[in-house]
């Protein structure tokens, strides 16, 4: 059906000018510091260190370092000792950059990789760090030998690399509540990195995370701090060993990073990079848990987070950074910052911020804006803005990290002989920790019957389109930033769910028939069906409610169709926290949360089946570390708060002894009518998922809404439901050339800003059926006078008649062309006066800018 709304059509695009009756305006507001007179923080922004831990001893102070670092700091230009206090990101430096610019650090971020690939192979990491820790030690007239430290974001594993082994994300580490456990996954990921040449890792993060909706929520181990707290010395002591032993920073371990400080996961409604609107004896108690045994256990750096405690940045903290941590909590390693985050200081630019440093940040992670902000702070020491004990405190700080860390003793990265090969990436001895964290952090929360453990002798359906894909298991921070587009042949060595229950089954004599959509010959005795959320990380994953799937419930009806069939059906779901999945669990026999399991999908079938001898071989071990909700607007929730009522409590998890029946729970989400959870997914399987509405429109008659079909009203664009891949799952689009006309998705305004500082794309996955006649246009529209309009044109003619693609624009592009992207109310407005078919299937935000494009104005 279609329903009709009316609204004045803007006359500078000729489509829209009141956006809002089709999605109800929001926005994004933003309060302002409040300081003293004086300008000194008020009363509610200041800390007090007595209230926060004392350190128990002074780790990292050797005094045989220490008098090495003396000699070497009496020999250090200005220059050398300003680059020390930078890090540039490898897509914007080259080793030969480090001739003329003394930097103290390297990083990959996220997207970044040897040569700008992402995907490049684990060769092409050694040969990058060898050649720039190369160049940093070139003898060179007037200058000093200082090592440069490469750093990588290896949090579940070396993920950056698909042959490695790439481990359970912190949700579901969490649930294993195995420290020994999580020291070996500590011990894997330095091996495996020092394999590659890589001399840190920006790993643990020991946030505490009070709202799942946060999009990093899967980072963190738990949302109570007595986990956090267990877990965050056996993690930093299996990357960098035992301190205090011969064990420590020996060959083969990595330097490590507790991170983000502090209260990452705090942020008022779960937003990245916000506010923590919490009291300081909630940062103590809850967030601040991880850290002084981070630090007990030798922690040789510490991430300052991007987010702020009331109103007040992180990184222009200096009654957290130096009083707090470096002063009462003994803190004596070097504070990084996070990617280009003393940007959001006032007063600051990613290119000049004098505030950081001086507030006590010790090495600016200063993605691609290196350069200018080298030459700015060393004029800032010159000048007297930054005081020369403040830059002397910072070089030491990060001098004593490098020799701690063996650098200046180790040689180039491919002549050290003893660590690791590049071939134990993956081995095999590596592999087993990984599958052994799966098993024990699966939590089963349903298993009505008993219908678990399976036998391996029956016949099995295997269903869902999280069954045989790598990157969905894995998540985010694997490959790529937000971990799409990756392949299972990406992952060589890795083992899919499906080729986990294949390989149990089969060695048992049973069979394993695999369909996505769950058709069937021949009945099986069970069926698997495995789903989930899709990959993200960092604020793409940022969500307004814990409903899965919000309006789009294809999954669901997977699993209502086989059960009408009469097959008993086993759920695992694969996700980064939490989520309302109550009509999900109603319709299957047993519910797995199997999280985000990583490369070694083998573990999920050593714990759903019995051994081949028909008994069973691994039970379900893991608990909840966060608790799940009843309904998808109950959050935060977590243990301890007043009224606690979830739906499976933290500490939850059967095993086969117990009994695992349920009653029936409520399908009330208690989501309001029009709204919903996703914001970077704009048209799928062919509807426009909450909070979005799909609309046509034209110059000279109404918008009209539609969610099947429809014809504009003045009849200029035609707009029909097809079937691609599925039935109906994508949206057939004619513009007849009478006039102009558009194809719009828009919703409530959201804010796009943060996307448009990083690499995201708007990706565009479509086929065209008849070339433009007249010029294309793909908007952004932020209000009814703000809007940026990029040429399509060319890109749409030239595509191939009849065959799928996908093009990449980067947000940048919308922004540079006008768009204000903190209220961006329409995120797809494609339009033209010339005839023009189109064929759509998937739009949404990518955070993998390969291939991007920035058409013209």
């Not at 091996?191 to 929520?217: H, N």
């Not at 599958?435 to 298993?447: D, G, P």
């Not at 294809?554 to 999945?581: E, H, N, Y």
Request: glycine share 12%; hydrophobic share 40%.
């Amino acid at each position: 059906m279609t329903s009709k709304r009316t609204t004045r059509l803007a006359r500078a695009l000729g489509l829209v000018s009141a956006l809002a009756l089709v999605a109800g305006l929001g926005g994004v507001l933003s309060a302002n510091v409040a300081f003293s007179a004086d300008g000194t923080a008020s009363p509610a922004q200041t800390l007090h260190p007595e209230k926060w831990p004392a350190a128990k001893a002074q780790r990292l102070i050797d005094p045989a370092i220490e008098k090495k670092i003396d000699a070497l700091m009496a020999q250090m230009s200005l220059e050398e000792k300003v680059g020390q206090t930078i890090q540039g990101d490898i897509s914007t430096i080259k080793p030969a950059d480090l001739r003329k610019y003394p930097l103290g650090s390297i990083l990959a971020g996220g997207n970044s990789g040897p040569g700008g690939d992402d995907r490049a192979p684990a060769q092409a990491w050694l040969d990058l760090a060898d050649e720039f820790y190369r160049v940093s030690m070139e003898k060179k007239p007037g200058r000093v030998q200082i090592p440069v430290i490469f750093g990588v974001d290896a949090v579940h594993g070396h993920g950056n690399i698909g042959a490695a082994t790439i481990f359970p994300h912190n949700i579901a580490l969490g649930a294993t509540r195995d420290r020994d456990l999580l020291r070996r996954t500590g011990e894997v990921t330095a091996r495996e990195m020092a394999a590659t040449g890589i001399d840190w890792t920006f790993a643990p993060a020991l946030s505490v995370v009070r709202d799942d909706r946060w999009g990093r929520s899967y980072e963190g181990f738990s949302e109570d701090p007595e986990i956090v707290a267990a877990y965050a010395g056996a993690v930093v002591e299996g990357i960098q060993g035992v301190i205090g032993s011969k064990d420590f920073m020996k060959p083969g371990r990595t330097v490590a990073t507790a991170k983000h400080f502090l209260a990452d996961g705090g942020t008022d409604g779960g937003r990245d990079q916000g506010d923590a609107k919490i009291t300081e004896e909630e940062l103590v108690r809850l967030h601040n848990a991880g850290y002084p045994p981070a630090i007990d256990a030798g922690v040789l750096t510490i991430m300052t987070s991007f987010s702020s405690w009331q109103n007040i940045k992180h990184h222009g903290n200096k009654q957290l950074m130096t009083d707090v941590l470096k002063g009462r909590m003994g803190f004596n390693g070097f504070i990084v910052g996070d990617w280009n985050a003393h940007d959001q200081v006032p007063g600051c630019t990613k290119y000049n911020c004098p505030t950081s440093l001086i507030a006590g940040l010790d090495m600016y992670m200063a993605s691609d804006s290196w350069e200018q902000l080298y030459k700015n702070t060393l004029a800032q020491v010159k000048d007297g803005t930054i005081p020369m004990a403040r830059l002397d405190d910072a070089v030491r700080r990060i001098l004593r990290v490098k020799f701690h860390a063996g650098l200046f003793d180790k040689p180039a990265p491919k002549d050290r002989k003893d660590v690791p090969a590049i071939a134990s990436l993956g081995s095999p001895e590596n592999r087993a920790v990984g599958r052994e964290a799966v098993r024990k952090s699966l939590v089963l929360l349903k298993n009505q019957g008993g219908v678990l453990p399976l036998s391996p002798k029956a016949k099995v359906l295997v269903a869902g389109d999280g069954a045989d894909n790598i990157g969905k298991q894995a998540g985010g921070w694997t490959i790529s930033w937000q971990g799409t587009g990756n392949r299972n042949d990406e992952f060589p060595g890795a083992t899919s769910i499906l080729d986990g229950i294949k390989e149990t089954v089969a060695a048992a004599g049973g069979s394993v028939a695999y369909d996505k959509a769950g058709a069937f010959k021949d009945k099986p005795d069970v069926a698997i069906v495995v789903f989930g959320e899709e990959p993200y990380a960092e604020f793409q994953g940022d969500v307004e409610t814990l409903e899965f799937q919000p309006g789009d419930k294809a999954d669901l009806a997977l699993l209502k169709k086989l059960k009408a069939q009469g097959i008993p059906t086993v759920a695992v779901f694969l996700s980064g926290r939490p989520m309302w999945v109550n009509p999900e669990i109603n319709a299957s026999d047993a519910f797995v949360a199997a999280w985000l399991p990583g490369t070694e999908g083998n573990g999920v079938a050593d714990v759903l089946f019995k051994g081949a001898d028909g008994k069973v071989k691994y039970d379900f071990t893991g608990k909840l570390s966060f608790s799940w909700p009843k309904n998808a607007v109950q959050t935060p929730l977590n243990r301890g708060d007043a009224n606690y009522d979830p739906q499976f409590a933290y500490g939850y998890g059967l095993t086969y002894k117990d009994k695992g029946d349920l009653a029936p729970l409520s399908e009330n989400s208690g989501v309001p009518a029009g709204s919903g959870s996703s914001t970077g997914v704009f048209f799928r399987r062919g509807g426009a998922p909450a909070p979005w509405s799909l609309a046509i429109a034209d110059q000279v008659g109404d918008l009209r809404v539609t969610t099947t079909t429809g014809t504009s009203p003045a009849k200029v664009v035609d707009l029909k439901s097809v079937d691609v891949a599925a039935q109906e799952d994508a949206k057939q689009l004619t513009w007849n050339g009478t006039g102009r006309g558009a194809f719009i998705i828009s919703g409530r305004a959201v804010d796009l800003s943060r996307q448009s500082n990083g690499d995201v794309t708007l990706s565009l996955r479509y086929r065209v059926d008849q070339a433009p006649t007249g010029k294309a246009l793909v908007s952004m529209m932020c209000g009814p006078d703000c809007r940026a309009d990029l040429d399509l044109t060319k890109i749409l003619t030239d595509a191939k008649p009849g065959t799928f693609q996908t093009t990449k624009i980067s947000l940048k592009c919308f922004a540079a062309a006008g768009a204000r992207m903190a209220a961006i109310e329409a995120p797809v407005v494609i339009s033209t006066e010339g005839r023009l078919g189109l064929t759509v299937t998937d739009l949404k935000l990518d955070a993998d800018p390969g291939n991007a494009v920035c058409p013209a104005k």
